[in-house]
């Protein structure tokens, strides 16, 4: 069993930047896709951004030009880039992997991934 975990929130200004890591307990290259979702206070929780192994990644509309996700496979570890920080970013941001391919990487719901992070807080003030 894969436990992931996040790292690196906290608080930011408007228009600033902010860098989320995932480290998996275990090889990430054996995970077919990774992603972020985000729940903000009083909303349900929504993709924000999937990779692929092979690379390929997906955007949420509200996050596309802004945020960007990658791997490193040799680390374990999936990041989150956030460039042009609004005030509706604000939320708490979990990491998710699955190691089938049976499902698409992008456009499903968080129960479907069988590994899910505990989240950590992102609060950007403007």
């Known amino acids: 069993q894969v436990q992931v975990e996040e790292s690196g929130g906290g608080s930011a200004q408007a228009g600033g930047f902010m860098r989320l890591a995932c480290t998996a307990s275990?090889?990430?290259?054996?995970?077919?896709?990774m992603g972020w979702f985000r729940q903000a206070p009083g909303k349900g929780r929504e993709e924000v951004a999937t990779i692929t192994m092979y690379g390929t990644t997906s955007y949420a509309d509200s996050v596309k030009g802004r945020f960007i996700v990658a791997r490193d496979n040799p680390k374990n570890s999936l990041y989150l880039s956030m460039n042009s920080l609004r005030a509706e970013d604000t939320a708490v941001y979990y990491c998710?992997?699955?190691?089938?391919?049976?499902?698409?990487?992008?456009?499903?719901?968080?129960?479907?991934?069988?590994?899910r992070g505990q989240g950590t807080q992102v609060t950007v003030s403007s």
């Open positions: 275990g090889p990430i290259y054996e995970q077919y896709c």
């Open positions: 998710t992997g699955d190691s089938s391919n049976t499902l698409p990487c992008n456009g499903r719901s968080w129960e479907s991934f069988p590994y």
